[in-house]
C-alpha cells in the first residue's frame, strides 16, 4: 500500500489561506487518483476534492468549490490542497487520500471511494 503524509496544517483566521501538503512513500503517485478527505468531530468523513491519476480531470465538493484547489507535483510524489477564504466551518482534521486510477474509467468523488489515507493534519480556523 502506499503511505501518505500530511502536513501544513495550523491555526488561521477565517478569511485566511493554508497550504497542505501530502507526501507520498512505498509507490510513485502518478498512475493514482488522490484527494482530501476532511472530518470534523460529529460530522464524520466527508469528502473534499479529487485528482484524476492524469491530472486532466478535478472535482470538488460544492462546500469548498471556488476556495480550494489541489495542485500536484509529480516529480516531488506530493499532493496539495490550497485552501483559500477559509470559514470556521472548515475546521476538521484534513487526510490525503489515493486509489489506483489508471485503467479506471472514473475518478473518486466520495470518501468511500478511497482505499489509501494518511494520519490526517489538524486545520482549525478561528473566527
Known amino acids: 500500500q502506499m503511505q501518505l503524509v500530511e502536513s501544513g496544517g495550523g491555526l488561521v483566521q477565517a478569511g485566511g489561506s493554508l497550504r497542505l501538503s501530502c507526501s507520498a512513500s512505498?509507490?510513485?503517485?502518478?498512475?493514482?487518483?488522490r484527494g482530501w478527505l476532511r472530518q470534523a468531530p460529529v460530522k464524520g468523513r466527508e469528502f473534499v476534492a479529487t485528482?484524476?491519476?492524469?491530472?486532466?480531470?478535478?472535482y470538488y465538493a460544492d462546500s469548498v468549490k471556488g476556495r480550494f484547489t489541489i495542485p500536484r507535483d509529480n516529480a516531488k510524489n506530493t499532493l496539495y490542497l490550497q485552501m483559500n477564504s477559509l470559514k470556521p466551518e472548515d475546521t476538521a482534521v484534513y487526510y490525503c487520500?489515493?486509489?489506483?486510477?489508471?485503467?479506471?474509467?472514473?475518478?473518486?468523488?466520495?470518501?468511500?471511494?478511497?482505499?489509501?489515507w494518511g494520519q490526517g493534519t489538524q486545520v482549525t480556523v478561528s473566527s
Open positions: 487520500a489515493a486509489r489506483l486510477g489508471i485503467g479506471r474509467s472514473s475518478y473518486p468523488t466520495s470518501a468511500a471511494d478511497f482505499g489509501s
Open positions: 512505498g509507490r510513485t503517485f502518478n498512475n493514482y487518483d
Open positions: 485528482i484524476r491519476w492524469s491530472g486532466s480531470s478535478t
